[in-house]
């Protein structure tokens, strides 16, 4: 028996400001969510983090500061909201689990598969995340960003099938 798989990845398209468009707007189906609603998922990315040997710390980092990855440790900026929280985690999980060993890598290159993770990995599970904005201010474009695609698909895999066992 097949069993249907949801995909998530990027596609380049064109994009509009509200005040370009004419006409009432479009129902997306999504239900208007607000708050910090990925509390269980944060919980569940911590025990994923514990499982694989990744200290987590919940702290205040400086000014524009959300993360840090130390290899092996992992700073998160306490001062963030659950949701934020969860997605900056997620994302310095990706740098741990996709560069302790790939120290050749550039430091764009990193920036794009991590956020790139923390992407697929927030659109999986319909939360918020800023991830095209963050690989839009590195310089990235969708074409370099499917460079790195199966990186980005391997490590999302991983930390999408733990988090639905988990939530």
């Known amino acids: 028996m ?4 949801k995909m998530v990845g990027f596609l380049a398209l064109p994009v509009y400001d509200l005040s370009q468009i ?14 910090d609603y ?3 998922f944060l919980d569940a990315m911590i025990c994923f983090c514990e499982e694989h040997g990744l200290e987590v710390d ?16 992992v700073l998160i900026d306490s001062r963030r909201s659950i949701n934020e929280k969860f997605a900056v985690l ?3 999980v990706a740098h741990e689990y996709l560069h302790k060993k790939r120290i050749d ?11 790139g993770v923390a992407y697929i ?4 599970f319909r939360l918020p995340n800023s991830s095209l904005e963050y690989i839009a201010r590195k310089g990235a474009d969708a074409k370099e960003v499917m460079e790195f695609i199966e990186n ?16």
């Not at 004419?22 to 708050?35: N, R, S």
């Not at 990995?121 to 999986?124: A, F, L, N, R, Y």
């Open 22 to 35: 004419e006409g009432a707007l479009l129902d997306t189906g999504m239900p208007d969510l607000e708050g």
């Open 58 to 73: 919940f702290t205040e980092l400086r000014e524009m500061l959300e993360g840090l990855s130390l290899g092996g440790k």
């Open 38 to 40: 990925a509390e269980p």
């Open 90 to 92: 997620v994302h310095e």
């Open 152 to 167: 980005i698909s391997e490590a999302g895999r991983v930390i999408v099938n733990f988090l639905v066992e988990r939530v």
């Open 121 to 124: 990995v927030c659109e999986h």
């Open 2 to 5: 097949i069993t249907p798989q």
């Open 105 to 115: 890598v550039s430091v764009k290159t990193r920036e794009i598969e991590a956020e």
